[in-house]
Antibody, heavy 124, light 113 residues
Framework: QVQLQESGPGLVKPSQTLSLTCTVSGGSISGGTYYWSWIRQSAGKGLEWIGRVYSSGGTNYNPSLRSRVAISVDTSNNQFFLRLSSVTAADTAVYYC????????????????WGQGTTVIVSS | DIVMTQSPDSLGVSLGERATINCKSSQTVLYDSNSKSYLAWYQQKPGQPPKLLIYWASTRESGVPDRFSGSGSGTDFTLTISSLQAEDAAVYFCQQYFDLPPTFGGGTKVEIK
């Protein structure tokens, strides 16, 4: 079955850019009509959706982060990516990648596959 | 953004007893076109990612035990665990996917009493 795995630096300095990769295995990132999301979880803000990307490269972002976020996809390597610029301590969190699944009505109803998560600490 | 409010923050339930968690959205998450509420429930255990339990407010994801049930429509929803098992100790989140950005409730921690 489809599995997701996040990777990237666990420590990022303030004002720098956080970069994470999610590798999809057990299925093609281009197969089906899935969106691929990034979500983060911190003690202070709970679960927060960051944004999502379609296999064609189309994206949607959380307005609260839109000015600092870029999500992209590499279908040839079955990966998608998160870049979050100008990070501060408030960006310290566990970052998850997940698959958004559509229903028969073509509305997205939830995230049915998640990576294990990767902890990112923002500190000098 | 649609704000999701869960209650209680935590509850202790004895094994075999019923656990009930509530979730309220700040606006409807019901699509008139298909009469479905786009409300999902997730279970999260320590050190693990959230696991999708229920979508459309009341449809169990494949493999989820039938002691888990969801109900509600529009803005008010409930997750019920009919007979609590030890492995059900976890934090439970509701999430709306009616509108972007998808938003989550603050979570309810279920503990064994």
């Amino acid at each position: 079955q489809v599995q997701l795995q996040e990777s990237g630096p666990g420590l990022v300095k303030p004002s720098q850019t956080l970069s994470l990769t999610c590798t999809v295995s057990g299925g093609s990132i281009s197969g089906g009509t899935y969106y691929w999301s990034w979500i983060r979880q911190s003690a202070g803000k709970g679960l927060e959706w960051i944004g999502r990307v379609y296999s064609s490269g189309g994206t949607n972002y959380n307005p609260s982060l839109r000015s600092r976020v870029a999500i992209s996809v590499d279908t040839s390597n079955n990966q998608f990516f998160l870049r979050l610029s100008s990070v501060t301590a408030a960006d310290t969190a566990v970052y998850y990648c997940a698959r958004d699944v559509p229903d028969v009505f073509s509305y997205y109803y939830g995230m049915d596959v998640w990576g294990q998560g990767t902890t990112v600490i923002v500190s000098s | 953004d649609i704000v999701m409010t869960q209650s209680p923050d935590s509850l202790g339930v004895s094994l075999g007893e019923r656990a009930t968690i509530n979730c309220k959205s700040s606006q409807t998450v019901l699509y008139d076109s298909n009469s479905k509420s786009y409300l999902a429930w997730y279970q999260q255990k320590p050190g693990q990612p959230p696991k999708l339990l229920i979508y459309w407010a009341s449809t169990r994801e494949s493999g989820v035990p039938d002691r888990f049930s969801g109900s509600g429509s529009g803005t008010d929803f409930t997750l019920t665990i009919s007979s609590l098992q030890a492995e059900d100790a976890a934090v439970y989140f509701c999430q709306q996917y009616f509108d972007l950005p998808p938003t989550f409730g603050g979570g309810t921690k279920v503990e064994i009493k």
